[in-house]
């Protein structure tokens, strides 16, 4: 074969490489903004003297007495309905960030309420915060499909997570659930999809505080 003719071959396969990798490259970004995709929440960080341990269970938790106060949490919920969480004072308040879109959100999402059935009779309230949705119809086929029960306030932009300050155990991913002591404080934060005994493990210890 001449050498004038191995020069488009060589030619051909380069651009056939280059156009693989080219491929391989997009492939991979896509792959990366799937798994990223439920964790892109509030846009608040944390920072500075935080007090909080965050265990190997991957659950941060707060000594009573250390604890930063939680904002108070309000607006319309996908029902429609008006709803504060200053009217829970006095009460363990687990507050779970999701949206409909969310894989990790639809895992967890009947284990927060089988929790959820078992403690309120003990005085623990939840409330659910539903964020990037772009109206309330999937938030609520979401919350038909699983059986959930307990509200949530529509915030489809993110603007109630932003409430929680700097540095203190904020709501950073989608999904994240915190759980509030009776005094109003931030206990325990998760930044994952959380079984029934992990959640658990938030709930109780707060609920067993005197």
Same mark, same amino acid.
């Not at 903004?33 to 003297?49: E, F, P, Q």
């Not at 059935?117 to 003990?122: E, I, L, R, Y």
């Not at 409330?127 to 609520?140: E, F, H, K, L, Q």
């Given at each position: 074969?001449?050498?004038?003719?191995?020069?488009?071959?060589?030619?051909?396969?380069?651009?056939?490489?280059r156009s693989r990798a080219v491929l391989l490259a997009a492939a991979t970004a896509a792959g990366t903004?799937?798994?990223?995709?439920?964790?892109?929440?509030?846009?608040?960080?944390?920072?500075?003297?935080?007090?909080f341990i965050t265990g190997d269970n991957g659950i941060a938790t707060v000594a009573k007495g250390k604890r930063?106060?939680?904002?108070? &949490? $309000?607006?319309?919920?996908?029902? *429609? #309905?008006? &709803? $504060?969480?200053?009217?829970?004072? *006095? #009460?363990? &308040?687990?507050?779970?960030?999701?949206?409909?879109?969310?894989?990790?959100?639809?895992a967890e999402a009947k284990n927060?309420?089988?929790v959820y059935?078992?403690?309120?009779?003990?005085g623990v309230r939840f409330?659910?915060?539903?964020?990037?949705?772009?109206?309330?119809?999937?938030?609520?086929a979401f919350e038909k499909s699983y059986g959930v029960t307990y509200p949530s306030l529509y915030d489809p932009t993110g603007k109630l997570m932003l409430r929680f300050r700097k540095g203190t155990l904020n709501?950073?991913?989608i999904p994240s659930t915190l759980v509030i002591d009776r005094e109003g404080n931030i206990a325990a934060r998760a930044l994952q999809a959380l079984s029934e005994e992990k959640l658990r493990g938030m709930v109780e210890p707060v609920l067993a505080e005197k």
């Open positions: 074969m001449s050498a004038a003719h191995r020069a488009p071959q060589r030619s051909y396969r380069s651009r056939r490489t903004l799937i798994l990223s995709a439920c964790s892109s929440g509030g846009t608040s960080g944390g920072g500075g003297d935080t007090n930063n106060a939680a904002p108070e &949490l $309000s607006g319309e919920t996908i029902d *429609g #309905k008006q &709803l $504060s969480t200053a009217d829970y004072k *006095g #009460k363990v &308040l687990v507050v779970n960030v999701w949206g409909s879109w969310c894989g990790p959100c639809r927060l309420e089988k059935q078992d403690t309120k009779g003990q409330v659910g915060i539903n964020t990037r949705d772009t109206s309330t119809t999937p938030a609520r709501p950073q991913l």
